[in-house]
């Protein structure tokens, strides 16, 4: 599906009088659509299970719920990623020969949210040295984590600087914000607060300094204000923006919601439920009995749970359909958290429950009225609080919601009976066979560098 979905992009949005010629906005849509549909399927297939959302049913043994981790969990990851790292870096070139100030702060936002989650996910990884294939460097070296951090932040203040909000975008309609320059601005500075919040722990990034100089000076440094700003793609189902599921029906084919994921939205009598999940049956499926997960990691056989459990809604995948790349609500819980933690003087309460809000009605919910008179659901004063509502934020967010419980501890996950690894998360993917096999000098220098090639190694910012 994807070749054929980039085929098609590429012939709808090529200039016809530069038709020998690759334009920046030739590639920015596939690679647009391609990330963000390959992004939300990896929510569903690995986000999900790590995080509690939901897991394989009937499943009397193994699955990443059970932090059962293969060797080749992160192989799509790093493969697909690459592949539209090399398209990214084709795109700014073409910007620059162009002389288009605003492809190339597009191409250097997309360049930094892609090295973010290949980093994220795997920690040191080829950066500098990477997609120059066509210079015979085939065995590129790896860039640490921390100058990988250095660079893409670096880039994401340049790309600021670049974006020029009265000139417009002239090579065809892009499909994420159909050309309006001052969105991107406000995704680019938006993700620099995402990427500097997860390295914050490290003092030598001088994060939170730099995150209150954006949330400062909104004039130069413009974020989302509202969902409509927000980086969601819409997936319309007109070919080729199609559902990334060729079958919606497998996304609920034998699958249940996580009880930690159900049971939270229980206790905030919270209207994204019926958005997210199906309500659970008694056993001989006739009767309606509200909403009940399955709790991961269980021990024992499946006979031990006497009702059909609430499943995915089959809609989420269902064109129209959107798929998540940034969230309005994500900007409001860093908010949230840099206030409460004294970086910045806003009202952390304030910032709290615009984000909940913002995230109810990003699926399409209407926000009660009452929903912070409930204890359960109102901000409390703690940092463990605005955690537990970003994780709701975060839902169907690529590896969002794994990549800020690695940095935060949060939220508090149950740990079942069967749960392998020590009943510890995992914290990263292993590198790929090929490029242990292919790149074994450079693979066993970041190797050393790291402490080890293991789903337990920590990477620099978490340390």
């Not at 699926?363 to 955690?387: L, Q, S």
Request: net charge negative; hydrophobic share 40%.
């Amino acid at each position: 599906m994807g070749t054929a979905c980039t085929s098609d992009f590429e012939e709808l949005n090529t200039d016809p009088n530069r038709i020998e010629k690759i334009s920046p906005g030739t590639l920015l849509n596939p690679i647009i659509y391609e990330m963000a549909s390959f992004n939300t399927s990896r929510s569903n297939a690995f986000t999900f299970d790590l995080m509690q959302v939901a897991l394989p049913y009937p499943s009397t043994s193994g699955g990443v719920h059970r932090y059962d981790i293969s060797e080749s969990a992160g192989n799509s990851t790093w493969n697909t990623y690459y592949k539209w790292l090399i398209n990214i870096k084709e795109m700014r070139e073409a910007a620059v020969a162009a002389n288009d100030a605003n492809y190339e702060a597009i191409a250097l936002t997309l360049n930094a949210w892609t090295y973010s989650l290949l980093t994220d996910s795997f920690g040191d990884v080829p950066m500098e040295e990477a997609s120059r294939g066509a210079e015979r460097i085939f065995q590129p070296a790896f860039n640490t984590q921390q100058e990988i951090y250095t660079r893409i932040l670096a880039d994401l203040e340049t790309a600021n600087g670049l974006f020029n909000t009265t000139q417009p975008l002239t090579y065809g309609t892009e499909i994420l914000y159909a050309n309006e320059v001052a969105n991107w601005q406000r995704f680019c500075n938006s993700l620099h607060l995402r990427l500097l919040l997860r390295v914050s722990k490290r003092e030598e990034m001088n994060a939170n300094a730099r995150m209150a100089e954006i949330v400062n000076n909104p004039a130069q440094y413009p974020v989302f204000t509202k969902n409509e700003e927000a980086a969601i793609l819409k997936i319309t189902g007109v070919v080729p923006n199609v559902s990334p599921w060729g079958r919606a029906i497998d996304f609920t084919t034998f699958r249940a919601a996580g009880k930690f994921f159900v049971d939270n939205l229980n206790d905030f009598e919270d209207p994204r439920r019926a958005k997210f999940i199906t309500q659970a049956r008694s056993a001989d499926g006739k009767t309606l009995i509200g909403y009940q997960g399955i709790p991961s990691g269980y021990s024992g056989n499946d006979s031990q749970f006497d009702y059909q459990p609430s499943n995915v809604n089959i809609a989420l995948v269902t064109a129209p359909m959107i798929s998540v790349i940034m969230s309005y609500a994500e900007v409001e819980f860093i908010k949230a958290e840099l206030a409460q933690k004294g970086i910045i003087s806003g009202n952390a309460q304030e910032y709290y429950e615009k984000g909940v809000k913002a995230a109810i009605e990003q699926w399409g919910a209407a926000m009660p009225a009452d929903y912070f008179t409930n204890p359960k659901a109102a901000y409390d004063g703690t940092f463990e609080r605005i955690m537990l509502q970003k994780y709701y934020a975060l839902y169907f967010n690529d590896y969002q919601q794994w990549f800020e419980y690695r940095r935060t501890g949060l939220p508090e996950l149950p740990k079942g009976d069967a749960m392998l690894n020590d009943k510890r998360v995992p914290v990263r993917f292993r590198f790929p066979t090929t490029v242990q096999t292919n790149n074994t000098v450079n693979y066993q220098k970041a190797v050393a560098a790291m402490g080890g090639d293991d789903i337990n190694t920590k990477v620099w910012w978490e340390k």
